[in-house]
């Protein structure tokens, strides 16, 4: 497959507007004040789709087997992964099937009133060259055929893993041909295992025979993985430890913050593991301290890395891209020098949300760092500064915001629909209330900036007889992960938190996320919202905010380019309103 600079823009612009073809394709039928300016969205949509269709049908995750699991398009039961569960929870989303007025939101092309998806992309990322890939790449639907060791593939199919999703298969060929890559891909679309198998392929018990066979040439840590919370981290291990399976799990050690640190390093001791999955501080603490040799590794992968090169971990992470998979006695002058200098290492930087500034880091590795996207891999040096687009405002294409912006393009699941209502700030949590019932959500994540009012909400909806939970960086280790487990078990109807579980985050039946107070920027929105529609399955994102703050919700609109609807909760219903309304 030739990719070309006109492809991959229209790529792009497929996806995003084919998201909106999900979120307004879909029959919902609530009652719709007005949909002319929708069914004008959609026509955008329509077209983005068609350029893709004619270049030969896009891979989705529906085209692949996934598909079956999660039932697209149908009202799913959604399963619990145990625990007590109250009977009114067994059912998944409901956009109000009962109201007799409603209406099938039906894709209309003749009404261009609102701004299509289009004008809200930005002209970003030129790619100048093209990158020959194998047409495979983006049509496998086996595991076998990405060909990864049958002792993998045995283990997966164990797991009830059959096909791999649509990154995996295209990040998992690119990894085993020793690319250092850079993975975008949206939230829950399965980055996780895109570069896990590749790396289990390798090393550990189920790699494949010609690696067997040099196995006694290695020892000591060969994959050192980095997530910027505990809760992903542990996320992470338990995902490394399903796929060796209990008699391996050893294999793999949490260096996470907050556990005991001498214990973790007994076991790095006692264990040889091969692989660690940490924390930046915690890491980097353990190899100062002479307990973690890591200058044999072969692969060294950042998860969220957009967030793990941010200036708060400036220091650990230059101690771990000094360290790890390097010889000792370099140095280097900042957080990206490391990344100049080549070693044995192979680097795999992952997010959702891709800046400029982390392509422009991650380019100076050496060695063809390619960038892989669902439906494209294109070489890193061939993408350019991306161009203004949004307005006047944001016309300074190098300020550190619109690459922030641009980077959340593109991150957000097809499946996802979004809509903001307005309410003063002491009627939030009654909205938040009605919000759930008129959805009849299950699993709700509602999303706060600050802890103390984040308490406030979870009191409120107790009284209100709402099973509530709080999840925040005040809480200890113990604590976060009771809650956690008990939040994935059914015991709580809602999770409130903050940014700590924005990231990575990964509980399957969630339905329904809520922005109690306002995400500081798209990105920081697209990392919230991707906590629902995980792998395909349906979600609704919901932000409540203030009457005077409805215009960044609408900005945030323009820059993710998804529909986010204006909307309120009445009489248990959702009511979804015309835009002339609020504006
Ligand atoms: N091939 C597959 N078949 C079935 N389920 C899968 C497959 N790959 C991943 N999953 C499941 O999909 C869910 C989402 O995967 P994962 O957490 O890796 O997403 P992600 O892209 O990293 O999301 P985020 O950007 O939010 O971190 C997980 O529950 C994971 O176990």
């Known amino acids: 497959m030739r990719l070309s600079i006109g492809q991959v823009h229209r790529n792009v612009l497929a996806l995003a507007s084919s998201r909106s073809c999900f979120v307004l394709g879909d029959r919902l039928s609530f009652r719709m004040l007005s949909q002319q300016r929708a069914a004008g969205f959609h026509q955008t949509a329509w077209r983005g789709s068609q350029i893709v269709e004619d270049r030969g049908s896009p891979l989705t995750l529906a085209s692949l087997e996934v598909q079956s699991k999660v039932e697209y398009g149908k009202k799913e039961k959604i399963a619990r992964t145990g625990g007590p569960k109250p009977s009114s929870r067994g059912s998944s989303l409901n956009v109000k099937p009962r109201v007799s007025s409603s209406l099938s939101v039906k894709p209309r092309v003749s009404s261009p009133n609102v701004k299509p998806a289009k004008s809200a992309l930005p002209k970003s990322a030129g790619v100048k060259k093209t990158l020959k890939v194998d047409e495979a790449l983006f049509s496998a639907k086996s595991f076998e055929e990405l060909g990864l060791p049958p002792l993998l593939i045995d283990r997966l199919n164990k797991e009830g893993l059959t096909a791999p999703t649509e990154v995996q298969s295209a990040a998992i060929p690119i990894i085993a041909q020793k690319h250092d890559v850079v993975i975008q891909s949206y939230t829950g679309s399965g980055k996780t295992l895109a570069y896990l198998l590749p790396i289990l392929s390798e090393i550990g018990p189920l790699k494949g025979p010609m690696e067997q066979d040099n196995s006694e040439k290695r020892s000591g840590i060969e994959a050192v993985i980095v997530a910027p919370s505990r809760e992903l981290g542990m996320q992470i291990v338990r995902e490394v430890e399903k796929i060796l399976g209990p008699n391996d799990k050893r294999l793999v050690q949490q260096l996470v913050g907050g556990a005991n640190r001498s214990r973790q390093e007994e076991a790095l001791k006692k264990n040889k593991p091969i692989i660690v999955v940490g924390t930046p501080g915690r890491i980097s603490e353990i190899s100062a301290a002479g307990k973690l040799q890591t200058h044999g590794c072969r692969f060294l992968v950042l998860d969220e890395v957009d967030q793990l090169l941010s200036f708060n971990y400036r220091e650990d992470m230059h101690r771990i891209l000094e360290h790890v998979g390097r010889k000792s006695g370099t140095t280097s002058r900042d957080i990206l020098g490391p990344l100049a200098r080549r070693s044995e290492r192979q680097t795999i930087l992952v997010s959702a949300t891709i800046p400029f500034s982390v392509i422009r880091a991650a380019r100076s590795w050496g060695h063809d760092p390619v960038l892989i996207r669902a439906k494209s891999v294109v070489p890193l040096d061939s993408i350019t500064v991306p161009r203004p687009a949004l307005s006047q405002a944001d016309a300074n294409s190098s300020s550190p915001s619109n690459s922030v912006n641009q980077a959340a393009v593109g991150s957000l699941p097809p499946s996802l629909e979004h809509y903001y209502c307005t309410a003063k700030a002491q009627h939030k949590v009654d909205t938040l209330r009605r919000c759930i019932h008129a959805l009849e959500a299950q699993t709700v994540i509602a999303f706060m900036n600050n802890t103390k009012p984040l308490k406030d909400v979870v009191f409120k909806l107790k009284a209100r007889g709402i099973e509530a939970t709080e999840l925040h960086g005040d809480l200890g280790k113990l604590a976060r992960s009771t809650v956690l487990k008990k939040f994935k078990d059914g015991e709580f109807r809602v999770l409130v938190?903050?940014?700590?579980?924005?990231?990575?985050?990964?509980?399957?039946?969630?339905?329904?996320?809520?922005?109690?107070?306002?995400?500081?920027?798209?990105?920081?929105?697209?990392?919230?919202?991707?906590?629902?529609?995980?792998?395909?399955?349906?979600?609704?994102?919901?932000?409540?905010?203030?009457?005077?703050?409805?215009?960044?919700?609408?900005?945030?609109?323009?820059?993710?380019?998804?529909?986010?609807?204006?909307?309120?909760?009445?009489?248990?219903?959702?009511?979804?309103?015309?835009?002339?309304?609020?504006?």
């Open 497 to 583: 938190t903050n940014e700590l579980s924005a990231r990575g985050l990964d509980v399957p039946e969630c339905d329904l996320v809520v922005n109690l107070d306002l995400p500081t920027d798209s990105t920081h929105y697209a990392h919230r919202a991707g906590r629902t529609g995980r792998l395909g399955r349906k979600g609704i994102v919901v932000t409540i905010c203030e009457e005077n703050e409805a215009f960044v919700v609408r900005k945030m609109r323009k820059q993710l380019a998804v529909a986010i609807k204006p909307c309120e909760f009445t009489e248990g219903e959702l009511v979804v309103h015309k835009e002339e309304d609020v504006e």
